[in-house]
């Protein structure tokens, strides 16, 4: 381990235990005691009103081409349609998968339905975000239309019904912003800590650090099966013409 970096874990060990043995022998401390410099947090510059994402993210969709995916069905160029800053679902194309993959990520997307609102429930503007392929953030139109409360928008589908309905018009965008933490598997291959996610929809909190049961399943109770630490996610293909824009990822490790 880096020398320095020792230190400084040397360093924050003995500040997190000092005020402990302080408080246990009534020692009375000066603010400083309780003050820790190092490491320094580094500086990222934030998003702003002009949809640009932050200094460090990795950007996967800024509206000119769809080069960081792949089309799941052939492996090949992604085969959904871009168009003035936005890419749409081909419908019986296949879904999407990023060329990189990711575990503990921050992810940020922005959808829209279909203008024209055809269907009811699941038969409309549906889509879907599987966080490492396996674990299913719902897209879907859910704007006056009623559906099971664990399939609608903003859920974890099938486990858990987002705390309200965050949903816009079909006219208008909406955003996830998503904190998701990978499972961690022991050498057995059994799950010792299962995925959490915090979804944020048009900026309401919907998901609040939730555990995730396994992977999505539409059919059964989720089990969790190891697999590898980073995987690459998707945007399934339902058969709705749902459009993407501003995609953006920060790996959280």
């Given at each position: 381990m880096?020398?320095?970096?020792?230190c400084?874990?040397?360093?924050?060990?003995?500040?997190?235990?000092f005020?402990?043995?302080?408080q246990?022998?009534?020692i009375?401390?000066?603010?400083e005691a309780t003050?820790?410099?190092?490491?320094?947090p580094?500086?990222?510059?934030?998003?702003?009103?002009n949809?640009?994402p932050?200094?460090?993210?990795?950007v996967?969709?800024?509206g000119s081409?769809?080069?960081?995916f792949l089309?799941?069905?052939?492996?090949?160029t992604?085969?959904?349609k871009?168009?003035?800053?936005?890419?749409?679902?081909?419908?019986?194309?296949?879904?999407?998968?990023t060329?990189?993959?990711f575990g503990?990520?921050?992810i940020h997307i922005?959808?829209s339905?279909?203008?024209?609102?055809?269907?009811k429930?699941?038969?409309r503007?549906?889509s879907?975000?599987?966080?490492?392929?396996k674990?299913?953030?719902?897209?879907?139109?859910?704007?006056?239309?009623?559906t099971?409360?664990?399939?609608?928008?903003?859920s974890?589908?099938k486990?858990?019904?987002?705390l309200?309905n965050a949903?816009?018009?079909?006219?208008?965008?909406?955003t996830?912003?998503i904190?998701?933490?990978?499972?961690?598997?022991?050498s057995?291959?059994m799950?010792?800590?299962?995925?959490?996610?915090?979804?944020?929809?048009?900026?309401?909190?919907?998901?609040?650090?939730?555990?995730?049961?396994?992977?999505?399943e539409?059919?059964?109770i989720?089990?969790?099966?190891?697999?590898e630490?980073?995987?690459p996610?998707h945007?399934?293909?339902?058969?709705?013409?749902v459009?993407?824009r501003?995609?953006?990822?920060?790996?959280?490790?």
């Amino acid at each position: 381990m880096n020398i320095k970096l020792t230190c400084r874990i040397t360093v924050i060990a003995v500040l997190a235990a000092f005020p402990i043995l302080a408080q246990q022998q009534d020692i009375k401390l000066p603010p400083e005691a309780t003050e820790f410099w190092e490491p320094e947090p580094r500086v990222v510059t934030p998003a702003n009103e002009n949809h640009l994402p932050p200094s460090d993210a990795i950007v996967l969709f800024d509206g000119s081409s769809l080069d960081k995916f792949l089309g799941i069905k052939d492996g090949g160029t992604a085969p959904w349609k871009v168009d003035n800053g936005t890419f749409t679902v081909v419908p019986g194309s296949g879904d999407l998968k990023t060329k990189e993959s990711f575990g503990d990520v921050q992810i940020h997307i922005e959808w829209s339905a279909p203008d024209v609102v055809k269907g009811k429930s699941q038969g409309r503007g549906n889509s879907g975000l599987l966080v490492m392929g396996k674990y299913e953030i719902q897209i879907l139109d859910s704007y006056d239309n009623r559906t099971y409360s664990n399939g609608q928008a903003g859920s974890i589908y099938k486990q858990h019904p987002p705390l309200v309905n965050a949903m816009r018009s079909p006219e208008e965008w909406n955003t996830y912003d998503i904190i998701f933490i990978a499972p961690r598997f022991n050498s057995d291959g059994m799950v010792i800590s299962p995925a959490k996610a915090t979804v944020f929809h048009n900026g309401i909190v919907v998901q609040n650090a939730v555990e995730l049961k396994g992977p999505t399943e539409y059919i059964g109770i989720p089990n969790y099966k190891e697999h590898e630490a980073e995987l690459p996610f998707h945007l399934q293909d339902h058969g709705d013409l749902v459009s993407f824009r501003n995609i953006w990822v920060r790996k959280l490790n």
